[in-house]
């Protein structure tokens, strides 16, 4: 009779701890859903683990990450997503989404890594995972590998039909684009001022340049035909002359980067959203 007694009270004492522990959750869930992110990441920070069994760290940790990732907090966003184990219902979604958050701060080696580790249990999971190492692979502008992965994904699946398209003619666009060489750029505007930035595409910063340090150089030659080499105005003039051509040489050559940079920076956040997009209709 002792026995039964004291299993009983084991037992109720046990329910009575999952219990709580399930409404904790339940909370931590609720606040995430209401998308009151800094409370849920708060909240989850504040459980003791060892309290909790490993289905419910699970939940935990993707409930946490989930929120960190709502708020752009995306390299602790991906940690906590990698935490979440294979038995647990997030697995899926939390491997794809950690992979995400890093190829967005150009983490792409554990991107990859991550998507290398995972193992999906459906072909649209496996599509969806193929999909998403594509991009990377552009966006290490990988172009062989990005046509061998891509060539083997399903085309007419609806969750990324559309964004299939776009991303393969970012490809050829990509592929395509010579951009303003640097060097080219400030010879040219060592010829002729203001040409360096007009051959990188800033057609009105090439004149304006053309005209300020075209404008010095003819005050210095008009001071130097009239007072001398060494009267202090043809010195004076001459000095501020040779700032602004050497300044225009180097100003053309950072516009050239500048435009190659705004490029680079326009077709990664194109693809990303091109990522994102299918990824997140996937999971709703």
């Known amino acids: 009779m002792k026995i039964t007694q004291l299993l009983s009270i084991i037992f109720i004492l046990c329910n009575n701890v999952y219990s709580q522990n399930n409404k904790e959750i339940l909370f931590l869930e609720h606040l995430s859903l209401k998308e009151d992110h800094k409370e849920a990441i708060l909240f989850g920070n504040s459980l003791q683990l060892s309290r909790f069994n490993k289905h419910q760290v699970d939940s935990i940790n993707y409930y946490k990450a989930w929120s960190k990732y709502c708020l752009k907090d995306l390299e602790n966003s991906a940690d906590d997503f990698t935490k979440v184990s294979i038995q647990s219902s997030f697995y899926s979604k939390s491997k794809l989404f950690a992979s995400y958050n890093l190829a967005h701060i150009s983490e792409y080696r554990r991107s990859i890594s991550i998507l290398n580790q995972y193992s999906p249990e459906t072909n649209s999971l496996s599509d969806m995972k193929n999909y998403m190492k594509a991009g990377i692979n552009l966006l290490e502008k990988k172009y062989e590998s990005f046509d061998s992965i891509i060539s083997g994904i399903n085309k007419d699946y609806y969750i990324y039909s559309k964004e299939l398209k776009k991303i393969k003619s970012y490809r ?83 516009t050239a980067k500048i435009v190659n940079d705004e490029f680079n920076n326009e077709m990664q956040q194109k693809i990303l959203f091109n990522i994102h997009i299918p990824l997140r209709n996937f999971f709703n």
Request: net charge positive.
């Open 172 to 254: 050829i666009r990509m592929q395509k684009h010579k951009g303003p060489s640097p060097f080219l750029a400030g010879l040219f505007s060592a010829i002729v001022p203001g040409s360096g930035k007009i051959y990188a595409g800033k057609t009105g910063e090439g004149i304006s340049s053309l005209i300020s340090v075209g404008a010095l150089g003819l005050v210095s030659l008009e001071n130097y035909n009239k007072l001398g080499f060494n009267n202090y105005r043809t010195i004076i003039f001459s000095s501020i002359f040779s700032i602004f051509y050497i300044g225009n040489i180097y100003g053309s050559v950072f």
